[in-house]
């Protein structure tokens, strides 16, 4: 389930403005789009793939998109996610690495560099600098995506830092108040820091939301 909200959520924030997905002679930016029949051919199987949860198969399909087209960024973000989501986090930590060089002016790309340090518990200084680094950028351009304010949230709650990461989560949740995994994660953070009730009603609309959001969470090492 993730995994293909995912895809769509990093193609969006990757691709922004449709002028970005184009070069200023109205090709595909190699960055965003596949510039060959063979590249959007192994894309849309590896999306497949992905929806499918066939996530070895799925980074295989990316691995070829990858091999045609080395500085295909999206592509990249979303083998990231798959490698997450196959468990391999040092694979997913290089992927989003790989974005970050290629699209340093995206606020997403920093994010995502921090929030699998977080996920994987390495460089947390390193994870909240990049995420520090996607919140100041999306707060420049006026953008209303949370991914920066939620990754952040996340490093905080890995640091101990309770309360910066409530915050964090409280700003994501007024940008989108019904994201479950943003509401998950918040209701962690109030029952450790000594409020379980207000904890517990969040943790509540989140599994009304999401029924599955506590075991995605499991599976990532955090549970209430």
């Not at 070829?64 to 990249?76: S, W």
């Not at 995502?112 to 909240?128: K, N, P, T």
């Not at 995420?131 to 100041?136: E, R």
């Amino acid at each position: 389930m993730r995994a293909l909200v995912l895809t769509i959520v990093v193609l969006g924030c990757l691709i922004g403005s449709p002028s970005s997905a184009r070069d200023v002679r109205g090709r595909p930016n190699p960055l965003y789009q596949p510039t060959g029949s063979r590249q959007e051919h192994a894309l849309n199987h590896a999306r497949v793939l992905m929806a499918r949860r066939d996530y070895p198969g799925a980074i295989a399909a990316f691995d070829e998109v990858i091999a045609l087209q080395p500085q295909f960024a999206a592509a990249l973000a979303e083998r990231a996610f798959a490698r997450e989501a196959a468990g391999d986090l040092a694979g997913a930590q290089q992927d989003h690495d790989a974005v970050l060089r290629l699209t340093p002016d995206r606020a997403n790309a920093w994010s995502h560099a921090g929030w699998i340090r977080a996920l994987r518990g390495v460089d947390l200084d390193q994870a909240l600098t990049y995420c520090d680094k996607a919140v100041d950028l999306n707060t420049a351009i006026g953008d209303v995506n949370i991914d920066p304010l939620d990754s952040r949230g996340f490093v905080h709650f890995r640091r101990g830092e309770l309360g910066l990461a409530l915050a964090d989560y409280d700003a994501a949740l007024r940008l989108f108040p019904r994201s479950a995994s943003t509401l998950y994660m918040r209701g962690l953070v109030k029952q450790r820091a000594g409020d379980p009730a207000a904890g517990a009603a969040d943790i509540k609309r989140a599994l009304k939301i999401n029924p599955r959001i506590a075991d995605l969470w499991k599976r990532r090492g955090v549970e209430a």
